[in-house]
């Protein structure tokens, strides 16, 4: 065995001494070995104890093994001395690099191609969210967790190493709380800031019998629950009034209210994903307590675009949490994002998980749905660009951009004699855009099972220490996928023009139409005014495009349903563009609907083109309640922007309440409104200096306006600015 000098990068050192074959088992004592080796540091702005991994070689929830290779170059450059031991972890560490690892998958070049075409995006190097457990911690204690090992370690003969890796785990984590009591101990001697004197004690009394013991309040809770969620790599917080409230009502309230905002300043300094409030539970009676007003009012105060706060809503839910969560978009947050329970409990149950965990549904990342400490299922697992189907089915499976046969030749269009004939064609081209999305998916699942471990997420999602079996492997009760769509609305008014324009008025022929689209609408004028301006565009209410559009995506996420995952679920569809509308769109050629060659305006929810949705938020939101919203199981977004200066005043947000009111109460399942001006929108981007803090809704989530690109900008500028 190679024999070390240096005390730096632990998680290498300990992962390549471990002498086991078992890839749980070295991860495990890499994970060790990072607790006792790795820089540590207090946060003093929030009294945390912050265990982010920063070695040249780290192990997280999103990226699995990785190397740091400038943090690397740095150590061989800065420490020649101890030079040979980098260069010789370099050179061991190599075959276990997950990103390396997973580039294995994208060997297939009809896959590439379609990635490149902006028609399909598969599973990759990002892993995927989750929502474990760790509050357990806080909850039970280590001990109590160790118990529970053993447990069912005598119940899974053969699998020793895995429990054995779970335990070195659970040792990481006393590690961890034993040298940030042995932290604060030390900068208490010097520190003379009566604040911080505070919250350095507190860190030292919370770790003189956690992190085996349980936590006595919401502050330790607190302290206990940051310290294993920043080394794990920062996820999503999940249902935090819910798993909190025991020792939020146990606490003195000056205490607790400043540990709710230190916490909340802590998850937006690291850009935490999703934190959840509220809900139901299998009898529908409402979770909301003190805890959830207190998070809606933290949120209001510090007016920031993180964490991702997401509210559950259902039949039950008090109409005074309905009117606080209006005042808090009302902040100009864009958020809480409402979810509806009675949408989205259903579209669990179609996947076979029974009610008492479907009402157990967080959201993570920007709004993919998992069962907290029970599933992992927020796997981003692919996309499907749906407007590119509707391309390469005017284009005989080639791309509208390169020209390159990319896709089946399902047919010249030219001949097809109706527009049964055309959709027939269009929808094999979907189908062939999704099932490559899943198979890719399958394939870098195959690959994490048999290269991955991860034995901290395993003891703290269930299913896991009960089987025996890893986190990614297949060990959680519940192992779906889920493959979102992009280009919905795109796809729909493509369609409809068709439909109505070449097979029914036939005002063009679909030769003259394919011959624009190949020119860019050049020469072709009059026809462009007319696909640009007609008001058969989805958004408005009008049955004749909506049905076109319930049948498409409709569609799309049935047939999701029935594919596999390779872990022992099944797939299920969503839409959350992230920031990736006009990234598809730039690369998505001339359609039907009007849109030119690579405009990067395109979709960017289950909503209407940006723009084209003009009848108002009623309309809007029958035209999305066309779609049946108990089929998608990943988070179904809609945005909608609203007239700041109205949404302000109690009408418009008496006018908000009426419209989720109408929306929620037919089932749809998600709305995130957001408030601006439409002069501050065009300042911003003219003149980013003066706002700053100017926030819109991207996607699933929140961010700043002037911090988006500028194509992405511009979609969020050519969103409908509608009246309440």
């Excluded at 979709?603 to 723009?611: F, M, Y």
Aim: hydrophobic residues 40%; aromatic residues 10%; glycine residues 8%.
């Amino acid at each position: 065995m190679y024999n070390f000098t240096t005390k730096k990068e632990g998680f290498a050192r300990a992962f390549l001494s471990c002498e086991s074959e078992s890839l749980a088992k070295k991860t495990a004592c890499g994970l060790l070995g990072a607790a006792e080796a790795m820089p540590l540091s207090i946060d003093m702005k929030t009294g945390f104890p912050v265990a982010l991994q920063s070695e040249a070689y780290v192990f997280e929830y999103g990226g699995g093994i990785a190397c740091r290779q400038d943090v690397l170059d740095a150590l061989i450059k800065n420490y020649p001395e101890e030079a040979e031991d980098f260069i010789y972890i370099q050179h061991e560490m190599k075959r276990y690099i997950t990103h390396d690892i997973i580039s294995l998958a994208f060997s297939d070049s009809e896959i590439a191609l379609n990635q490149e075409e902006g028609a399909m995006w598969g599973g990759g190097s990002w892993l995927g969210h989750a929502v474990p457990d760790f509050i357990d911690i806080a909850r039970y204690g280590t001990d109590a967790v160790r118990s529970r090992i053993e447990k069912y370690r005598k119940l899974n003969p053969g699998k020793d190493d895995f429990y054995d890796a779970l335990l070195l785990a659970l040792d990481a984590v006393d590690t961890l709380a034993l040298r940030f009591r042995e932290m604060a101990v030390e900068m208490l001697k010097t520190e003379k800031d009566t604040v911080h004197i505070r919250k350095l004690e507190k860190i030292r009394d919370t770790f003189d019998h956690a992190t085996r013991q349980p936590c006595r309040d919401f502050a330790e809770a607190c302290i206990v629950y940051v310290m294993v969620f920043t080394f794990d790599g920062i996820d999503s917080p999940g249902h935090f009034d819910q798993y909190m409230y025991d020792f939020w009502k146990n606490t003195d309230e000056a205490l607790r209210q400043k540990y709710l905002d230190n916490i909340w300043e802590f998850f937006h300094d690291t850009r935490t994903w999703n934190l959840c409030i509220s809900g139901s539970d299998e009898n529908w009676n409402d979770l909301t307590n003190d805890l959830s007003y207190a998070i809606l009012s933290v949120a209001r105060k510090y007016r920031y675009q993180t964490p991702n706060l997401t509210m559950r809503c259902h039949r039950n839910t008090p109409e005074k949490l309905l009117r606080e969560a209006a005042k808090t978009i009302a902040a100009g947050i864009g958020m809480p994002a409402l979810y509806n329970d009675e949408a989205v409990v259903p579209a669990l149950k179609r996947l076979g998980i029974p009610s008492h965990d479907a009402h157990k549904y967080v959201m993570n990342g920007c709004n993919q749905i998992d069962i907290q400490g029970k599933s992992h299922m927020g796997l981003e697992d692919g996309e499907v660009n749906i407007a590119k189907a509707v391309e390469y089915t005017l284009h005989n499976g080639r791309s509208g951009i390169t020209g390159r046969l990319v896709a089946p030749e399902t047919g010249d269009p030219r001949d097809f004699k109706d527009f049964d004939e055309f959709y027939s064609a269009f929808l094999r081209q979907l189908d062939y855009l999704i099932d490559m999305a899943a198979n890719q998916s399958n394939k870098t699942q195959k690959l994490l099972a048999r290269n991955l471990a991860f034995p901290l997420r395993s003891i703290f999602i269930e299913g896991c220490v009960e089987k025996g079996m890893d986190y990614k492997a297949g060990g959680p009760l519940y192992n779906h996928g889920q493959i979102l769509a992009e280009g919905i609305a795109d796809a729909i008014d493509s369609l409809a023009a068709v439909k109505k324009y070449v097979y029914e008025e036939k005002r063009f022929t679909m030769a003259e139409l394919v011959d624009a689209l190949n020119n860019n609408f050049a020469g072709y004028d009059e026809m462009h005014h007319l696909l640009k301006t007609t008001e058969l565009k989805f958004g408005n209410d009008i049955d004749y495009v909506d049905s076109i559009g319930k049948d498409v995506v409709d569609h799309f996420n049935s047939y999701l349903l029935t594919i596999p995952t390779f872990r022992g679920g099944f797939f299920s569809g969503g839409c959350s563009p992230f920031v990736r509308a006009a990234s598809y769109g730039i690369r998505t050629g001339a359609l039907p609907n009007g849109r030119k060659k690579g405009d990067p305006l395109l979709a960017d929810s289950i909503g209407a083109t940006p723009g084209c949705d003009v009848n108002g938020p009623t309309a809007l939101l029958k035209s999305c309640l066309k779609f049946d919203h108990t089929l998608p199981a990943s988070g179904f977004i809609l945005n909608v922007k609203f007239d700041k200066e109205l949404f302000n005043t109690e009408a418009g947000q008496e006018g908000f309440l009426a419209l989720y009111h109408a929306y929620f109460d037919n089932s749809g399942q998600q709305i995130s409104a957001y408030t601006v001006s439409a002069d501050e929108l065009i300042d911003a981007q003219k003149n980013p200096e003066k706002h700053r803090n100017l926030i819109v809704r991207v996607g699933g989530y929140s961010d700043y306006f002037v911090n988006l690109p500028r194509d992405l900008q511009d979609n969020v500028i050519q969103r409908t600015l509608h009246k309440v």
